[in-house]
């Protein structure tokens, strides 16, 4: 989980509407962590699968606004499926924590925002047999390069 229930309680009116206990928010708690992992994945990498609110073993602590992030979008998940109970009504305040951690989560993918306790990948360490046809590709039975165009050609 990369939030904890009293986490996304700082996102919600405790007199109208609250997690009770941990074991309340797992289903929002585990959908928004994978939403988020695989969001910031593209970023981060493999690092995200060890963020954890509360981490024990190999697991490593989330960043900071990754929880917020996280327990705004499980305190937008719960308005949004306490509204629904309720015809065409919805959550103007469930709405406006969903935009604005979405709006967080767009800033860290393009680089707007950085987590200061995490490394940005900078990518894979492709390499030139990773990509076809390559400098080294030939054609089958020739020794003459794969190639349909050349640099030097005009078209």
């Keep these: 989980m990369l939030a904890t229930f009293n ?12 997690f009770p206990t941990a074991h309340d928010a797992e289903p929002e708690a585990t ?6 992992r695989g969001a910031l994945y593209g970023v981060y990498g493999e690092q995200v699968e060890l963020w ?5 073993g190999s ?3 989330a960043p900071q606004l990754v929880r917020e992030i996280a327990g705004m979008l499980m305190a937008a998940n719960r308005y949004e499926k306490m509204y629904a109970l309720e015809d065409d009504v919805t959550s103007t305040h469930g709405s406006r924590l969903r935009r604005r951690a979405e709006a967080m989560i767009l800033q860290l993918r393009v680089g707007d925002l ?13 390499s030139e ?6 400098s080294t590709s030939v054609i089958e039975g020739t020794v003459q390069p794969a190639r349909r165009f050349w640099m030097d050609m005009e078209f």
């Design 129 to 134: 047999s990773d990509f076809w046809p390559n």
């Design 59 to 61: 697991l490593v602590a």
């Design 31 to 36: 959908s928004v962590g994978n939403e988020i």
């Design 114 to 126: 950085v987590l200061v306790e995490a490394d940005i990948v900078s990518g894979v360490a492709w």
């Design 7 to 18: 986490d996304a309680n700082r996102h919600l009116d405790g007199d109208k509407l609250k």
């Design 52 to 56: 954890d609110a509360e981490p024990t």
